[in-house]
């Protein structure tokens, strides 16, 4: 505390209630394929329904990923999207003679919007909001002169609008006229809806003048009320009009042209080639754990190339998620008598890890939005197990077995292996996903890709590794800058105990022992201004093993004299 020059009474306050806290164990991360939304940008989504509004609904080019990614969502609430991008052929379609790209909301912030009208004039006035094919299905029209009201009945849209545009209040009261227009947004090809020329938005009475306000004082410039609102276009050139855009003040707005009616349908958009490069960046979003809190990586029907990429570079990188990742569709499909030899090829191409999590196979499910049957890998489906096991009970449970481990949606499986088939892929650390009649179809395996024997060639034990490293070193990061004493060692130890307390309650840990004292904590090591704290730990270990002995015994004999020998 501060020295005191002259008499006073001076309140100091000091919190010593910090607790270890609770950290997210159910967000799962995917990048991949997808026709629509941002590019190369991280989009939290909750729902399948949210996915196919953001992303667009899944065709033959993307089913795999987008099916990952929905199976992931039928278990959890929690996922994040990256669509990866190509920047040299990418397009956002436009109502111009050429495309241009724009990734995400930040890009045209930039380039088109800062000032507006930067972009290139050539592109037309109207732009889809997104890269690929999907935005050449958008038609924009506009009604923009309310002072015709012959071009107002027969406009196709007028019953869309509650009565003809006009003048603004806001623009009347600075002496101008003929602001207002409609705009409105559809689905000229069904690409987003299903159904061809179906209204996706409108908004009416937006004002061309670029000052001008709503009663509540929000901004109804056009431009402005597209950008914030709209979930398929931007602005990105006015009207030939010069008066577009300006400011309210004597203004009087025009058409921009001697019609009333701007019909645009969006053109020049292009999809192109994902490449593994451009997984592999899009997967870098994921890369800093500081910026971005993760847990369970998915990896759809990636290359061999990108799998690695994700393991190494993501998971491995980061330690506090895990990769989950399925064999190619050529070992399991079509591929009879070569299965078990082919994964565990696949397999051993990656190194060891215990930040890794192999299945055996593929599923066939119903592709509703296109009335077809696909072969999705089951990547998504492990990863969602591992969310439904902390949802059910502990992120330190296996996710695996008759009681947590049945996968949804599932027509049937690409292999289905037997007991001989099951231990040789154990044995290569690959765990083994069968349909049971009458019982579904099970996770049957629970290891990570940790090759050496350990407790952490487990699910349980590296998800509850991940959770106590995760949440004790929160809470830890409020030591630094604190003196090296015992007062520190002992607020430390009585932070940690607890915790590990509760987790040990709760059946993730046999045995632990918190050591922070002079022992660890020797002069040295505090001249090097560190502070050290060891955390020993038991793991709880999940049954994947049982012996059942039934043993036969003569009438005679009594139990208590054979107990214990077999």
């Given at each position: 505390?501060?020295?005191?020059?002259?008499?006073?009474?001076?309140?100091?306050?000091?919190?010593?209630?910090?607790?270890?806290?609770?950290?997210?164990?159910?967000?799962?991360?995917?990048?991949?394929?997808?026709?629509?939304?941002?590019?190369?940008?991280?989009?939290?989504?909750?729902?399948?329904?949210?996915?196919?509004?953001?992303?667009?609904?899944?065709?033959?080019?993307?089913?795999?990923?987008?099916?990952?990614?929905?199976?992931?969502?039928?278990?959890?609430?929690?996922?994040?999207?990256?669509?990866?991008?190509?920047?040299?052929?990418?397009?956002?379609?436009?109502?111009?003679?050429?495309?241009?790209?724009?990734?995400?909301?930040?890009?045209?912030?930039?380039?088109?919007?800062?000032?507006?009208?930067?972009?290139?004039?050539?592109?037309g006035m109207i732009a889809a909001r997104y890269p690929g094919e999907n935005g050449n299905s958008l038609r924009v029209a506009l009604y923009a002169n309310g002072a015709n009201s012959d071009a107002w009945t027969s406009w196709a849209y007028a019953e869309q609008f509650d009565s003809i545009p006009g003048t603004s209040n806001f623009v009347a009261a600075r002496g101008g006229s003929n602001d207002e227009m409609h705009i409105i947004v559809i689905d000229e090809d069904g690409k987003f809806t299903g159904l061809p020329n179906t209204v996706l938005e409108k908004f009416g009475f937006v004002s061309k003048a670029s000052d001008a306000k709503n009663d509540d004082g929000s901004s109804n410039y056009y431009v402005n009320v597209l950008n914030d609102r709209s979930k398929f276009i931007y602005a990105i050139n006015h009207a030939t009009s010069s008066n577009w855009g300006t400011a309210a003040a004597g203004t009087t707005f025009n058409s921009g042209s001697n019609n009333s009616n701007y019909a645009?349908?969006?053109?020049?958009?292009?999809?192109?080639?994902?490449?593994?490069?451009?997984?592999?960046?899009?997967?870098?979003?994921?890369?800093?754990?500081?910026?971005?809190?993760?847990?369970?990586?998915?990896?759809?029907?990636?290359?061999?190339?990108?799998?690695?990429?994700?393991?190494?570079?993501?998971?491995?990188?980061?330690?506090?998620?895990?990769?989950?990742?399925?064999?190619?569709?050529?070992?399991?499909?079509?591929?009879?008598?070569?299965?078990?030899?082919?994964?565990?090829?696949?397999?051993?191409?990656?190194?060891?890890?215990?930040?890794?999590?192999?299945?055996?196979?593929?599923?066939?499910?119903?592709?509703?939005?296109?009335?077809?049957?696909?072969?999705?890998?089951?990547?998504?489906?492990?990863?969602?197990?591992?969310?439904?096991?902390?949802?059910?009970?502990?992120?330190?449970?296996?996710?695996?077995?008759?009681?947590?481990?049945?996968?949804?949606?599932?027509?049937?499986?690409?292999?289905?292996?037997?007991?001989?088939?099951?231990?040789?892929?154990?044995?290569?650390?690959?765990?083994?996903?069968?349909?049971?009649?009458?019982?579904?179809?099970?996770?049957?395996?629970?290891?990570?890709?940790?090759?050496?024997?350990?407790?952490?060639?487990?699910?349980?034990?590296?998800?509850?590794?991940?959770?106590?490293?995760?949440?004790?070193?929160?809470?830890?990061?409020?030591?630094?800058?604190?003196?090296?004493?015992?007062?520190?060692?002992?607020?430390?130890?009585?932070?940690?105990?607890?915790?590990?307390?509760?987790?040990?309650?709760?059946?993730?840990?046999?045995?632990?022992?918190?050591?922070?004292?002079?022992?660890?904590?020797?002069?040295?090591?505090?001249?090097?201004?560190?502070?050290?704290?060891?955390?020993?730990?038991?793991?709880?270990?999940?049954?994947?093993?049982?012996?059942?002995?039934?043993?036969?015994?003569?009438?005679?004999?009594?139990?208590?004299?054979?107990?214990?020998?077999?």
């Amino acid at each position: 505390m501060a020295f005191q020059l002259s008499p006073g009474v001076n309140v100091s306050e000091y919190d010593l209630t910090t607790i270890v806290p609770s950290v997210g164990t159910t967000e799962g991360a995917i990048a991949g394929q997808f026709n629509w939304g941002p590019a190369n940008t991280i989009v939290t989504i909750s729902n399948e329904i949210e996915l196919a509004d953001r992303f667009g609904r899944p065709d033959a080019t993307n089913f795999t990923t987008w099916f990952t990614a929905a199976n992931f969502l039928s278990y959890a609430r929690n996922l994040k999207v990256v669509r990866a991008a190509n920047g040299t052929s990418d397009l956002n379609a436009t109502s111009g003679s050429e495309g241009v790209l724009i990734q995400s909301q930040e890009v045209y912030e930039y380039n088109f919007n800062s000032p507006f009208g930067e972009g290139s004039d050539t592109a037309g006035m109207i732009a889809a909001r997104y890269p690929g094919e999907n935005g050449n299905s958008l038609r924009v029209a506009l009604y923009a002169n309310g002072a015709n009201s012959d071009a107002w009945t027969s406009w196709a849209y007028a019953e869309q609008f509650d009565s003809i545009p006009g003048t603004s209040n806001f623009v009347a009261a600075r002496g101008g006229s003929n602001d207002e227009m409609h705009i409105i947004v559809i689905d000229e090809d069904g690409k987003f809806t299903g159904l061809p020329n179906t209204v996706l938005e409108k908004f009416g009475f937006v004002s061309k003048a670029s000052d001008a306000k709503n009663d509540d004082g929000s901004s109804n410039y056009y431009v402005n009320v597209l950008n914030d609102r709209s979930k398929f276009i931007y602005a990105i050139n006015h009207a030939t009009s010069s008066n577009w855009g300006t400011a309210a003040a004597g203004t009087t707005f025009n058409s921009g042209s001697n019609n009333s009616n701007y019909a645009m349908s969006l053109v020049n958009g292009a999809s192109g080639n994902i490449t593994d490069s451009s997984l592999e960046t899009a997967y870098d979003k994921f890369k800093n754990a500081e910026e971005v809190d993760i847990s369970l990586v998915m990896t759809g029907a990636v290359s061999q190339t990108v799998a690695e990429y994700v393991v190494e570079n993501i998971a491995e990188n980061r330690k506090d998620c895990v990769a989950f990742l399925s064999p190619p569709m050529s070992a399991v499909v079509n591929n009879y008598g070569d299965e078990t030899t082919d994964i565990a090829t696949h397999r051993n191409l990656f190194n060891s890890s215990s930040y890794a999590v192999m299945d055996s196979g593929w599923k066939y499910q119903f592709d509703k939005y296109n009335n077809v049957y696909r072969w999705v890998p089951l990547n998504g489906d492990i990863a969602g197990l591992c969310v439904r096991t902390d949802f059910e009970r502990d992120p330190w449970y296996s996710p695996a077995g008759f009681n947590r481990g049945q996968i949804k949606n599932v027509t049937k499986l690409a292999w289905n292996p037997n007991k001989t088939q099951r231990d040789e892929l154990y044995k290569n650390g690959v765990n083994p996903v069968v349909s049971f009649p009458g019982e579904g179809t099970i996770l049957y395996g629970d290891k990570t890709l940790l090759a050496r024997p350990s407790a952490f060639d487990r699910i349980n034990v590296r998800r509850l590794f991940i959770v106590l490293e995760k949440a004790i070193a929160r809470a830890s990061k409020y030591s630094l800058f604190e003196f090296n004493d015992e007062f520190t060692r002992a607020q430390f130890i009585s932070l940690v105990e607890p915790y590990l307390r509760d987790v040990q309650g709760r059946r993730g840990i046999f045995q632990y022992r918190v050591v922070c004292d002079q022992t660890n904590n020797t002069p040295e090591v505090i001249d090097r201004n560190e502070f050290i704290g060891d955390i020993y730990i038991k793991p709880a270990r999940s049954i994947n093993f049982i012996q059942l002995n039934f043993v036969a015994v003569r009438t005679g004999v009594a139990f208590d004299e054979i107990v214990g020998k077999f």
